[in-house]
């Protein structure tokens, strides 16, 4: 008999994770991971989204999602948990086409000064079995990539502090 904290820690312990310091305030980088309609613009192999559902506050809930994977086209359909928002977002998959399982979360601790520490897991299965060490290899890769990717975009929108470079000017200036 498996019990709920076994299945908890089975899923916890087959999920493939990193962390990153990004130079970003936990409000900036939840808003850049929410914009998923922008995801083509700056997310490695996302080439279109469909926002199919919206919370209360407007927020994502089921999204659709085709992306370059495997040298093919794969389609999936992500459902959003934003109970912990600003400070966790996370995910299951509801359907997919090549990928049996898509589950992550990003997880955002403020460090201070701008600083936040970004934890992201995913836990991946294909439609066809891959053999571990495969599997893993590929979670890492998309694992990295995401990271990689939300630190550039935030970079790029000008929020590595959460704060405008023109305000961060000023404060100098004070």
Known sequence: MVTL???ILKTIMEA???????????????????DVERYP??????RSVTVLERDD????????????????SAAYTLCYDTSGAPYALAW???????????DGRYRFEP????????????????V?????????????????????????RVH???ASSGTSEASAEKRSRA
């Open 57 to 72: 506050h407007g927020r994502p809930r089921r999204v659709h999602f085709r992306a370059g994977a495997f040298g093919r």
């Open 156 to 158: 790029e929108l000008g």
């Open 111 to 126: 460090l201070g000064e701008g600083v936040t520490c970004v934890t992201y897991e995913l836990t991946a299965d294909l």
């Open 16 to 34: 493939t994770t990193d962390t990153r310091e990004v130079s970003a305030s936990v409000e900036a980088l939840f808003g850049v991971v929410m």
């Open 5 to 7: 904290g076994a299945a």
């Open 128 to 152: 066809v079995p891959l053999p571990g060490f495969l599997k893993r290899r590929a979670e890492m890769k998309i694992v990295r990539a995401a990271l990689d990717d939300l630190a550039r």
């Open 41 to 46: 613009e700056w997310a490695s192999d996302i």
């Open 92 to 102: 299951h998959q509801e359907d997919g086409d090549v990928t049996a399982r898509l």
